[in-house]
């Protein structure tokens, strides 16, 4: 085990006072939150409750963007996107559980602006880590995750949410069952 | 082992969809599923998912099919294909030209996908044999054989309303005996557990031991087949089976097999009706009973779209796998 259920959800609290007072000082009234499949969602619903937002949570698949396609072919799972309310000119808030290389949130860009144009996105990440291949860098982190090389970690879930020491990603894609855990480098 | 599906590769991924018998419940569910994934793309602003861009899909139609060709090329289209349609009938067959040089061309053009819909059974299955490696398969349609896609699109419409298979009752009405279409249904169904599936039908338009050979109970009186059941699918009456003493008129098959709200009474209060269109109005079916509402046939046309984006991105992928074999895979975190 990586961070247990009690540090996990310490950790989402205090992404939660970040995001209300990053929300107040922007002057976003209204945010539109968006978990990414399938942590992401997870992390999401914590946090959507515990800011008490008043539109519903959306819902984001990256599957179909994500630019691995070529290389190893469809991911195994595909969750339909559903976001309950246009994203045109409004402030999103992404929120997902591991950052590493970056890849997944430059797929979730993509994906949320074929839906629209948004005002604005903030990204929200529980975990931090190294690796990144791309210039995205979060504006709220739970925490940062300090790994040795080629250390994996994933987030389990949705009750209780554990973040775990994880396999290698090659091993995770052929045991991936449905339901029971999120993407670990994602 | 039995022997190896031309469908599959080694590793049992769906290279080429050119029929459903043969095809594991596991794989035909995976399509089902993959399925529910691409029907939330119209939901965008921009009607597309990047999955195929750059790959040309080349619709190879020997058959003339306006509304069959149409949904395959939305969907290449909605995956970010590029599309060249082909009517083959008018063009290089026609000065002479061999149906293998003809691929033999396209393949030079470096197109990544064949959609062949074909007058004679087996034609999709000869061209995904004589294809260049490189090259997948998607059978529209071949002669009496199979028609997968159709199929596959039906259990899913069946499966969004229904849920499991196991406790249904399934009656298939029309021209089961030429049509591929009920061909790839009754295959499906049965590997996907149907509780019962009937065929209905008059005694000429119902293969010779059918019951034995399709696995299916056999009615020849509309009531008594659809009486109970979940879900009642009309087959097309071609109007070229007037002409060979099949049937003696429209109006005699309308008498008998035409589906009308007080026929459709004996079915199950929820029973869903289906067509694969274009729908005989008079024929195969009462207007009221078209337009009702128990009558899915127009989410079969939506749920199509999506179907057939599951299949050509599932066969896509088993080729980028196979031209990356070996190349080590990179992460996406």
Redesign the interface.
Known sequence: MFKDAAEVETAIDAMADRLKTLFAARGIERPLMIGIHTGGVWVAQRLHALIGLRDPLGLL?I????????????HP???????PEPVDDRHICLVDD???????IRAAL??L????RPASVLLAILADRD?RELPIEPNVTGLKAELAPGEQIKLTGPEPLVLERGQT??ERRRSAAPGGQG???? | MAVADPQLDADGNLKHFLTVEGLGRGLLTEILDRSEGFLGVVQQAVKKVPLCRGKIVANLFFENSTRTRTTFELAAKRLSADVLNLNIGTSATAKGETLLDTLRNLEAMHVDMFVVRHADSGAAHFIAAHAAPHVSVINAGDGRHSHPTQGMLDMFTIRRHKGAFEPLVVAIVGDVLHSRVARSQIAALNRLGTGEVRVIAPRTLIPSRAEEALGVRVFHDLRDGVRDADVIILLRLQRERMDGGFLPSEHEYFHLFGLTEKRLASAKPDAIVMHPGPINRGVEMDSRVADGERSVILEQVSNGLAVRMAVMSMCIGTQNLAANAGVHEGGHG
């Open positions: 698949d599957s179909f963007y994500r630019d691995d396609f070529t290389r190893i072919g469809l799972q595909v969750r339909p996107s559903h976001l591991v950052l590493q290389s970056g890849r997944t993509n994906v602006f074929d839906y629209g690796g990603p090659k993407e670990a480098s994602d």
